[in-house]
């Protein structure tokens, strides 16, 4: 079973930053894709950035530039930069995994709690 923990979140004002962990706990060869999710009050959960286990990362639209996601295989852990922070990024954030290549879609098999990303204006 794998069991994902998320840290990193927290309020921080427009234009600030704050970056995102998230650690697998588990068997490692069952999460080759791994991807930050986020879903607002009222929204449905929305992909954010993906990345496989050869680095290769892809993002939405709406992140491009500002986001970067990364991973460190040996200590299985997914990282999320997230720059120039505006008021709509404010949601939950969850990292999410699988062996099968969901990539921004959220059908992903096993997913952290979450945590709370709050942007002030």
């Known amino acids: 079973q794998v069991q994902l923990v998320e840290s990193g979140g927290g309020s921080v004002q427009s234009g600030g930053s704050l970056r995102l962990s998230c650690t697998a706990n588990g068997y490692a060869y069952s999460t080759p894709y791994m991807a930050w999710f986020r879903q607002a009050p009222g929204k449905e959960r929305e992909g954010v950035a993906v990345?496989?286990?050869?680095?290769?990362?892809d993002y939405a639209a709406f992140v491009k530039g500002r986001f970067t996601i990364s991973r460190d295989n040996a200590k299985n852990t997914l990282y999320l930069q997230m720059n120039s922070l505006k008021p709509e990024d404010t949601a939950m954030y969850y990292c999410?995994?699988?062996?099968?290549?969901?990539?921004?879609?959220?059908?992903?098999?096993?997913w952290g709690q979450g945590t709370q990303v709050t942007v002030s204006s």
């Open positions: 990345i496989d286990s050869g680095a290769y990362s």
């Open positions: 999410a995994a699988d062996s099968t290549n969901w990539w921004l879609l959220p059908k992903y098999t096993h």
